[in-house]
């Protein structure tokens, strides 16, 4: 098993930044594709971003693309997502998770999530 902690959200005001860090706990010896996603209230989770476990191959949903950057460390189990120039649009609870194969995905496939942090950007 292995369990997901999120952390760095809060309040923000648009034109803001945050950066989000996931760390993996448990059984983090096998090689983990690794993606955020995203609940709006009212809205269905969504996919944010993904990042391979070797880091080379990286991917963005349409919304954020140029905005946020996915990144990991695998020394330290955690995987990151740098939040810049964020909108109101961008509020939600941000959820990171795992999947038991390298590559990433964009849909919702994976093994392990986490309990989600809230992001909230006013206007």
């Known amino acids: 098993q292995v369990q997901m902690m999120e952390s760095g959200g809060g309040l923000v005001q648009a034109g803001g930044s945050l950066r989000l860090s996931c760390a993996a706990s448990?059984?983090?010896?096998?090689?983990?594709?690794m993606g955020w996603f995203r609940q709006a209230p009212g809205k269905e989770r969504e996919f944010v971003a993904a990042i391979s476990w070797s880091g080379r191959s990286t991917y963005y949903a349409d919304s954020v693309k140029g905005r946020f950057t996915i990144s990991r460390d695998n020394a330290r189990n955690t995987v990151y997502l740098q939040m810049n120039n964020l909108k109101p649009e961008d509020t939600a609870v941000y959820y990171c998770?795992?999947?038991?194969?390298?590559?990433?995905?964009?849909?919702?496939?994976?093994?392990?999530w986490g309990q989600g942090t809230q992001v909230t950007v006013s206007s």
């Open positions: 998770a795992a999947r038991e194969a390298k590559v990433a995905v964009t849909n919702q496939h994976y093994d392990y």
């Open positions: 448990g059984r983090t010896s096998k090689s983990y594709g």
